[in-house]
């Protein structure tokens, strides 16, 4: 079968996590990043969204209550990413993880998008990032797209917020 790409205007319209406990994930995503709680389904799932959007993540117990995360050497979800609009944004993120005491594991710039790296109470990776615009992305010669890996320095970026 011959490659044909698929729609430019396609894009993740959500995330949807098997959790332990409903409760401790809603506080997770709702108290500790923000977002608003847009629904529930009694006491075993839950919808949240930024920005009154229907849902951006479903959290259910359905198949997983009281249960683990998978453990290392799995396959399974790597992470889900959630982009901020700018900056400062970003920064307001860093800060709700810091004031709530929710550890990293780690932050990136790569140069086409600054990221910060945690995981939820049940194990799932989170990424919450900001891209660049395009016009700064770096490129090699021939323009092709040259993605890095480097440190973010977190204190400036919560000092450009303030």
């Not at 479903?58 to 700018?86: C, I, K, M």
């Not at 932050?107 to 086409?112: N, Q």
């Not at 973010?152 to 970026?157: E, G, N, V």
Request: a negative charge.
């Amino acid at each position: 079968m011959a490659f044909r790409p698929i729609h430019p205007g396609v894009d993740v319209g959500h995330v949807h996590l098997k959790v332990a406990d409903l409760e401790r994930a809603i506080a997770f995503y709702r108290d500790v990043l923000g977002f608003e709680l847009m629904q529930r389904y009694g006491t075993q799932a839950a919808f949240l969204s930024a920005g009154g959007y229907h849902h951006h993540i479903g959290l259910n117990t359905w198949e997983s209550r009281g249960g683990q995360a998978p453990p290392p050497g799995t396959t399974g979800l790597y992470h889900v990413a959630f982009r901020y609009p700018d900056r400062a944004a970003l920064a307001d993120a860093l800060n709700r993880l810091a004031e709530a005491g929710w550890p990293l594991d780690g932050a990136s710039d790569h140069g086409v998008s600054e990221a910060l790296y945690l995981r939820d109470p049940d194990g799932n990776g989170v990424e919450l990032y900001r891209d660049r615009p395009e016009t700064e992305w770096p490129r090699t010669a021939d323009g092709s797209l040259a993605m890095t890996t480097g440190p973010l320095d977190l204190k400036r970026l919560l000092d450009e917020a303030r």
